[in-house]
């Protein structure tokens, strides 16, 4: 009695590896694309979170700016310098020096390609004067590849508009604050209300917890000055 032997000729074996080689070539094409694009949104994803990241930075040094009071020409006077491309103030909320008061500097910057970026500079806070200023030590891009970057101040011009307009006795004062492109506390003895950072479409408003320029007349001065 004979006995029939099955198995594979060599047609169906390569017919199954070709098919087999077909289905690898298959699947690691749709596992690089995959991957590929995984890697794309993965990226576009941590970006995005670092940017976010950067603005809440950005928005607890700005909100958390103090009254420091320094001493200019034997006189106490806020430290806070500003104009449309730059801030100088004291901050309780730092990036670095955690946990301690800072001086910080935010500028608008150019890089190489034209594009604009907000550098943050800080330097743990000593005393200083008029002509003792602190070292900033650290630095970190806040804002990058922007179109334009502009800083806006919103408060007073002069102590006295600010008081003939809280006078219940002047009550039909026209004197408001207003946004302004620059702000010197060291000529006006107040600090800003608001300030407002804008750059491409992006606009971020942030008011101050410290408007004590009021007080500071009344320790620091003994009548009002005008400008």
Do not use: C
Request: proline residues 3%; aromatic residues 12%; neutral net charge.
């Amino acid at each position: 009695m004979s006995k029939t032997e099955s198995g594979f000729t060599l047609v169906e074996l390569l017919i199954a590896m070709t098919l087999l080689s077909m289905i690898m070539l298959l699947g690691t094409w749709s596992f690089s694309t995959f991957t590929s694009r995984w890697e794309g949104r993965l990226g576009y994803f941590a970006k995005h979170v670092s940017q976010s990241k950067d603005y809440i930075l950005l928005s607890d040094v700005i909100s958390s700016i103090s009254p420091y009071l320094y001493n200019s020409n034997k006189q106490a006077k806020y430290y806070f310098e500003a104009n449309n491309s730059q801030i100088n103030a004291v901050s309780q909320s730092a990036i670095f020096n955690t946990n301690t008061p800072v001086m910080f500097k935010l500028s608008v910057e150019t890089f190489s390609n034209g594009t604009k970026y907000l550098l943050y500079q800080e330097g743990i806070l000593t005393p200083f004067n008029q002509d003792k200023k602190n070292i900033l030590t650290h630095e970190k891009i806040l804002i990058k590849e922007a179109h334009h970057i502009s800083f806006e101040f919103f408060g007073w011009a002069t102590i006295s508009e600010k008081i003939i307009s809280e006078d219940p006795l002047s009550s039909g004062s026209s004197k408001k604050p207003q946004w302004r492109n620059s702000y010197n506390s060291l000529s006006n003895n107040l600090m800003p209300i608001s300030i407002r950072i804008k750059w491409n479409d992006s606009i971020l408003e942030l008011p101050l917890i410290n408007d004590q320029g009021y007080w500071l007349t009344l320790v620091s001065q003994s009548g009002i000055d005008n400008e």
